[in-house]
């Protein structure tokens, strides 16, 4: 009897670490579906990653609040500076908050910027604290606070 109990407790460790396995995979394909949706400059497609009341505060200050703020920042930004540009993600870590809340970190970069007079700008190094939320069997956005890192007060950048 005792040897059935190690074992039924073996196995469901074993399927809860399958679970949070697949769960993490469900939120990878969830940014990379963001990311190449960036790529080809879709705002619609980066939207449709975010739950209906998702909010973003972008680098630059400007907030959004649900996905059809998000959108339309989207669209400024991929009719402008981000035009033509690639999403590149360095890194990224998820942890698991609860079974239906992760919050995930990406190191990443907006590689191919040009200026108004066409001329190359360097790329965006930036990182990206999100958290996203399982609805139903998916897992979307539910928020993102991209920024840059700076230098300690008085040392510059």
Same mark, same amino acid.
Request: aromatic letters at 8%.
């Given at each position: 009897?005792?040897? %059935?109990?190690?074992? #039924?407790?073996?196995?469901? #460790?074993?399927? +809860?670490?399958? $679970?949070?396995?697949?769960? *993490?995979?469900?939120?990878?394909?969830?940014?990379?579906?963001?990311? +190449?949706?960036?790529?080809? =400059?879709?705002?619609?497609?980066?939207?449709?990653?975010?739950?209906?009341?998702?909010? #973003? &505060?972008?680098?630059? @200050? $400007?907030?959004?609040?649900?996905?059809?703020?998000?959108?339309?920042?989207?669209?400024?930004? !991929?009719?402008? &500076?981000?035009?033509?540009?690639?999403? *590149?993600?360095?890194?990224?870590? &998820?942890?698991? &908050?609860?079974?239906?809340?992760?919050?995930?970190? %990406?190191?990443?970069?907006?590689? @191919?910027?040009?200026?108004? =007079?066409? +001329?190359?700008?360097?790329?965006?190094? !930036? !990182?990206?604290?999100?958290?996203?939320?399982?609805?139903?069997? !998916?897992?979307?956005?539910?928020?993102? $606070?991209?920024?840059?890192? +700076?230098?300690?007060?008085?040392?510059?950048?």
């Amino acid at each position: 009897m005792r040897g %059935l109990m190690v074992s #039924l407790v073996v196995v469901s #460790l074993f399927s +809860s670490f399958a $679970r949070a396995a697949d769960e *993490q995979q469900e939120i990878k394909n969830c940014v990379n579906d963001f990311k +190449s949706a960036w790529d080809k =400059d879709d705002a619609k497609a980066m939207s449709m990653v975010w739950t209906e009341d998702a909010t #973003l &505060i972008n680098p630059f @200050g $400007r907030v959004a609040k649900g996905r059809e703020e998000m959108e339309k920042v989207f669209v400024d930004e !991929h009719s402008s &500076i981000f035009k033509n540009t690639k999403y *590149q993600v360095d890194e990224m870590t &998820i942890q698991m &908050i609860s079974p239906d809340t992760a919050l995930v970190d %990406l190191s990443s970069k907006i590689t @191919g910027m040009k200026g108004p =007079d066409g +001329s190359d700008k360097p790329d965006f190094v !930036h !990182h990206v604290a999100m958290v996203f939320v399982k609805k139903g069997d !998916h897992w979307m956005g539910a928020a993102a $606070r991209p920024y840059q890192f +700076s230098g300690k007060p008085g040392e510059g950048k």
